[in-house]
Structures are given as C-alpha cells and as structure tokens.
C-alpha cells in the first residue's frame, strides 16, 4: 500500500530556533500534502493544504510566516516552524494524495512530535 | 462548515464485550468517511473507508456504517481484546478531511 514517512519521528529544538519537517511519498506522486497539527486529547486540525509548485493554503488562524510550507517535488512537502516557541509543541501529521494515480485516496504520515523548550 | 462529532469521548469496557462507537457530522455532502485509530504519540492507521455511496464496510471484527443522510456513522467492534484500546477517529471527506474529536476506548483485560 501506498507510505507516507515523516522525519524526524521527534524533535526538541530550543525557544527561538527553526526546524524543518520533512514529509515523503513513497511509492506514489502526490501534487498535494496536507498539514495538521494535534495537540494533546484534541482532534486533528488542518493547518495548510500545499499544492506542488504553487503556494500553499493557509487555514484560518495559522500563520503563514511562522509555519512555511514547501512543495517541491511530487514526493516531497517541508514545514518549517520559525522562531519556536512552547506553545508549538505539538504533534504534526502530514498526509499527501495521490492524485497522479488516479484513486485521489489520502495518506497519512506517522507524525513528528515537536518539543519546543 | 463541517463539523464532526464522535460520541462518547471515553468509553471503558471489559474484555470481550461488544461495543459501539459513534460519529455525527454537519453537511451530507461528503466524498466518504473513514475511522482511524491512533495509539498514544503515534500517528493513525486507516481501519475502514465508506465511499458516500455505500451503507457499510467490515474488516475482521470492526464493522462501520453510514447513513449520509442523518449524517451519522458508528463503528462497531465486536468481542473487545485489551489490544483494542487505543483512539478512535472518524474523519469525513470533503475537499478536505474534517477529523472528529475522538473516542478513547479501553478495553480492561
């Protein structure tokens, strides 16, 4: 079946830096990747929709500049959280479809947990 | 906008006991629902998926249904095991999936 890996499985970054999370279709071309977040006993929220080669979409209330969405390549989508705070730890799923393919079925990664300090 | 809910938030079971899970949603006009569950700190694995034109689907002992146009679908699991305890997510396609809140079960050897 299709795979969606997400690295690193976890990070803790101090306050004030930036990290970067990768997500990867791998055995499918996916022409759009989703983002969400999930805090603790919550459900998951949509953070961004990134289309390959185009900017991404934002959801209301997230901010663009702070959460940057790269979509390179067809198998390849990057969230980078800037300037890090506590209050972004959190847990950071990604999904991609497969669009190419035909099924448009939707995929989800494994998740990163981000630990900010 | 779409909502989604899932009722209960907790449920805990004996072993071996059927049980049943519930998710409602907003607007009928879905692509299709899907349950996932999801263990602690990890990410979610698909159990089922019911296109908007079908009624139900199983797998092993679960068992969905879905009813587009009440806007409700259940999940049923059948003769419980400890190994079931986890969360339960029921997620509706639009454009978008739409998650619901979950459902924490926990199934008491």
């Known amino acids: 079946g299709a795979v969606v890996s997400q690295h690193p499985s976890w990070v803790i970054c101090k306050s004030g830096t930036s990290v970067k999370i990768e997500c990867r279709s791998l055995?499918?071309?996916?022409?759009?990747m989703f983002w969400y977040r999930q805090f603790p006993k919550q459900s998951l929220m949509l953070m961004a929709t990134?289309?390959?080669?185009?900017?991404?979409?934002?959801e209301q209330g997230v901010e663009k500049d702070k959460f940057l969405i790269n979509h390179a390549s067809l198998t390849l989508s990057t969230l980078t959280v800037t300037s890090a705070h506590p209050e972004d730890s959190s847990f950071y799923i990604c999904?991609?479809?497969?669009?190419?393919?035909?099924?448009?079925?939707?995929?989800f990664g494994p998740g990163t947990r981000l630990t900010v300090t | 906008k779409q909502e989604v809910t899932q009722i209960p938030a907790a449920l805990s079971v004996p072993e071996g006991e059927n049980l049943v899970l519930n998710c409602s949603f907003t607007d009928s006009a879905i692509y299709n629902l899907q349950w996932f569950r999801q263990d602690p700190g990890k990410g979610l694995t698909s159990l089922l998926l019911?296109?908007?034109?079908?009624r139900e689907q199983t797998s092993g002992r679960l068992n969905a249904s879905l009813d587009k146009s009440s806007g409700r679908s259940t999940l049923y699991i059948a003769a419980s095991q400890p190994g079931d305890s986890a969360t339960y997510l029921c997620a509706v396609r639009v454009n978008q999936f739409y998650f619901g809140t979950g459902t924490s079960l926990t199934v008491i050897p």
């Open positions: 019911i296109q908007s034109s079908q």
């Open positions: 055995d499918f071309q996916a022409t759009t």
């Open positions: 990134s289309n390959e080669g185009s900017k991404a979409t934002y």
């Open positions: 999904s991609a479809r497969d669009s190419l393919g035909g099924s448009y079925e939707q995929y």
